[in-house]
């Protein structure tokens, strides 16, 4: 009896190193850096078409995060992430010191492809990755990004290091990996094909799909649709006040989700934030509303081919 006890003493004061030797390694070993493969990515030109592509695209998909108090894209802390540790997002002005005017066009199309820095530094969950862009919306965002909008003239407001937290650093060892980069250009999505067209809108151009999924920890960037809970929604987030929101269920369940919308009710939902119920859309969920006729049908016509969830989220609406 005592022998075994004894090697039970043993096996547990093993696992208890193993596990401190762990933690001790992920606060060490940190983030991890990756080495670049080589991509070609030439200069972008910028056009009238791009800047205002880039910029509607921005609009909702950089904005939010980058925004600092000087108005400009400067950074600020990302307090509704409280879990991910201290984040700050960073100033993307044109400020050759504080933000990205010394990067090339091809950095920041890397960076933005598959969360490495130029020097390989990866940058986890708390900067979302844009696998899925065709190469031409990728250079629309960065001919906004240096184009002549106020937003992106240089600020001079230094960037402030995140620190991330355990969680982070074990999800980055397990779960979030660096995507590669793409091996051959992402054409244009066939506009003509509603159900095509709307499957890059959600996965591709306007990530409905990571805030609709049931966790952010659990999304598959790489391939969106085998992401937990897959637009069935009841991720938590947290408004910039520190206010709980659910995201909504966007899948067909009569029940549970906008199984009894029209189209007209989706495009009244993305661009005026009314729900079909009239109750004001909240925060985190941004209105939509540069979106074309063409984008609501195909979004409408891709969401009617996704798998129906039944999961009834609570979304808190005395809470405003
Ligand atoms: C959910 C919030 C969020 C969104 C949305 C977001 N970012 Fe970021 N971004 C961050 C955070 C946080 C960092 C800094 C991470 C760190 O270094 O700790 C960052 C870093 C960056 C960097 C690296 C800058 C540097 O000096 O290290 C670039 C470039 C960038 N973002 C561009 C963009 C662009 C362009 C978009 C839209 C297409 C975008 N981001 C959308 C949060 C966000
Ligand atoms: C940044 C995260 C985020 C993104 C990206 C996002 N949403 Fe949302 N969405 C939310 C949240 C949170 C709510 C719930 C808001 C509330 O409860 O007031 C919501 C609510 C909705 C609703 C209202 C449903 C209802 O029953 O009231 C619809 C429809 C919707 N989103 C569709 C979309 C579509 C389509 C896209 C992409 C074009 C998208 N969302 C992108 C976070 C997001």
Not at 69 to 89: C, Q
Request: proline share 6%; with cysteine.
């Amino acid at each position: 009896m005592k022998r075994i006890l004894r090697a039970l003493g043993f096996v547990l004061l093993f696992i208890v190193l193993a596990i401190a030797a762990f933690i001790g390694y992920l606060q060490l070993t940190g983030i991890p850096k990756y080495a670049l493969e080589k991509v070609d990515f030439p200069q972008v030109e910028i056009t009238p078409q791009r800047v205002e592509t880039g910029a509607k695209i921005a609009s909702v998909q950089c904005i939010y995060c980058h925004r600092g108090t000087d108005g400009k894209l400067s950074g600020r802390a990302l307090s509704e992430l409280p879990d991910f540790g201290e984040i700050h997002s960073a100033n993307i002005t044109q400020s050759k010191e504080h933000g990205i005017g010394k990067w090339t066009d091809e950095q920041i199309a890397y960076l933005l492809r598959t969360g490495c820095k130029p020097d390989g530094q990866y940058l986890p969950i708390y900067m979302p990755k844009f696998a899925h862009l065709s190469d031409e919306d990728l250079k629309s965002v960065i001919a906004f990004l240096r184009s002549g909008q106020a937003c992106v003239q240089p600020s001079e407001i230094a960037k402030v290091p995140s620190k991330p937290s355990l969680l982070v650093k074990f999800l980055c060892h397990v779960a979030f990996k660096k995507i590669p980069y793409p091996k051959a250009v992402i054409p244009e999505p066939d506009t003509a094909n509603a159900v095509a067209y709307g499957r890059y809108l959600v996965n591709g151009r306007y990530d409905c799909y990571a805030c609709h999924s049931s966790d952010f920890s659990k999304l598959d960037m790489e391939f969106p649709e085998k992401s937990v809970g897959y637009m069935g929604g009841g991720n938590k987030m947290l408004t910039q006040e520190g206010k709980v929101r659910y995201t909504a269920n966007i899948t067909m369940c009569t029940k549970t989700g906008i199984g009894n919308w029209t189209e007209e009710d989706l495009g009244h939902a993305l661009r005026d934030h009314k729900n079909k119920d009239g109750k004001t859309i909240r925060e985190p969920m941004l209105p939509y509303n540069g979106l074309t006729d063409l984008e609501v049908k195909s979004i409408w016509q891709y969401i009617q081919t996704v798998p129906v969830i039944v999961n009834e989220v609570d979304r808190k609406w005395d809470q405003d």
